[in-house]
């Protein structure tokens, strides 16, 4: 079994920045893909960005991509995404999730685990 704990959601302006960070414990994620969701109020959860087992490769939501950067260490069995240039819609509430690599990364299904989740608001 693998517990995910998300942390470092909160409040930010539009523009602003901000940094989640997802600690795995108990089995060990080293060969997992990781990636990070999120679910808006009244929407359904959508995938936001995924990593490989080395963090070789990445896979972004095209509303993402070039503002947000997944990244990992293994050895803290970590994993990050950093957030810039956020605006109203990227509030949500991000989980962070982890899957055996037996499917392509750029596959949004398949995750076995999951954390509890981190509430982040882009508001002024």
């Known amino acids: 079994q693998v517990q995910l704990e998300e942390s470092g959601g909160g409040l930010v302006q539009p523009g602003g920045s901000l940094s989640l960070s997802c600690t795995a414990s108990g089995r060990t994620i080293s060969t997992y893909v990781m990636g990070w969701f999120r679910q808006a109020p009244g929407k359904e959860r959508e995938f936001v960005a995924a990593?490989?087992?080395?963090?070789?490769?990445?896979y972004y939501a095209d509303s993402v991509k070039g503002r947000f950067t997944i990244s990992r260490t293994n050895a803290r069995s970590t994993v990050y995404l950093q957030m810039n240039s956020l605006n109203p819609e990227d509030t949500a509430v991000y989980y962070c999730?982890?899957?055996?690599?037996?499917?392509?990364?750029?596959?949004?299904?398949?995750?076995?685990?999951w954390g509890q989740g981190t509430q982040v608001t882009v508001s002024s």
């Open positions: 999730a982890a899957r055996k690599p037996l499917l392509p990364l750029t596959t949004t299904s398949g995750y076995d685990y």
């Open positions: 990593i490989n087992w080395n963090g070789g490769s990445t």
